[in-house]
């Protein structure tokens, strides 16, 4: 057995340093485009309108090819769970591909029509539905996903919600029984006070899941699920003069619902750093540090994304140069940024390799880290 270390830092204030190149004599340096010129050449261009309703449509008009990608995203996810009802968001992830009043399969009628295959994910901040289907398939699919945004609810029975909270849960145990499955929960409890929107994972607790009845699941459809709380994004071989009437036609009709409110879910700031060891039937000895950022729209988060790259999110990053090609006292590293809509993971770790001291990697580990942090 090995020990899972991870330690939870207040603070990482990462100060990113340019780094000036001399040209070999004789030899004229490179010319470098201005950042701003690099960033003008990126566009996509796209259209919005809005419905009476408050759906609001993006359209990306790209003709390359005819087809078309459609993704629904509900503005509603873990963080907006009450407590005793964490899971909630993901479990209705799985409820909407069960059918709905009018329409029985999702995957089958549009896998036929041409689609790829239908998917959704839900993390903190929100749900998404996805599928990319061909230019005169788009009819269908945005019928289909109008009818689970609107009409969903007649098609929900207790057979149905106790089959997807047992797929559910199910997930839940195959990540909790991987190598490390659970420290993301540590982390959790240990960055943030009980309470804080993002203290809980997304898959939420099986006692939670359990005590879900047909009624929270309904109550918690009509609070979140309503088309004043969704983006619906078109992109690929349409337009929005096209797309417009399609969209009135299919999704007009559905009446506006309450209004989510906005949940406070600052970055937190330790009193002091918190040390915890997990222990697992692991082979090798994994060193967690983990700290809150800011959220993905903080002028730091894009220089702290790109910080930790430069850390560990490359083949050539520093912890890969300094600890595993170099002092070979690691077998992996990894450092990266984890953005959200209203703070962000940072993360490194380093897997130590077998036989090697933990306290000496450790201080190699730290000593890295601390080098980024003060030189920049």
Known sequence: MKRLHRLALAALPLALAGCAT?????????????????????????????LANGLTVLVHTDRKSPIVGVTTY???????????????????????????????????PLEAAGSTGTNGSTWYDRTNYVETLPTGALDLALFMESDRMGYLLGAVSQDKLDRQRGVVQNEKRQGDNQPYGLVEY??????????????HSTIGSMADLDAASLADVRKWFTDNYAPNNVVLVLAGDIDAATARPMVERWFGAIPRGPEV???????????????????????????????TGPALTDPDAV???????????????RLDNALVRGAQLAVAVTASSQQHEQLSFLQATMDIKPGVDRAAAEAAFTAEIDRLVSEG
């Open 186 to 199: 540590k982390i959790g409890d240990a960055l943030f006070p009980v309470g804080h929107p993002y203290r």
């Open 261 to 291: 409110p906005r949940v406070e879910a600052a970055p937190t700031t330790l009193a002091a750093p918190i040390t915890e060891e997990t222990v697992d039937q692991v082979p090798v000895t994994r060193i967690y540090r983990t700290w």
């Open 74 to 108: 509900y503005r509603v996810g873990s963080k907006h769970e009450p407590r005793g009802r964490t899971g909630f968001a993901h479990l209705f992830e799985h409820l909407m591909f069960g059918g709905s009043e009018n329409v029985e399969s999702f995957d089958v």
């Open 22 to 50: 001399t040209a070999p004599t004789g030899t004229a340096a490179p010319q470098t485009a201005p950042l701003s010129a690099l960033v003008d050449q990126v566009e996509i261009p796209y259209e919005r309108f809005t």
């Open 303 to 317: 220089p702290l994304a790109a910080g930790m790259h430069v850390l560990g999110g490359l083949a050539s990053s």
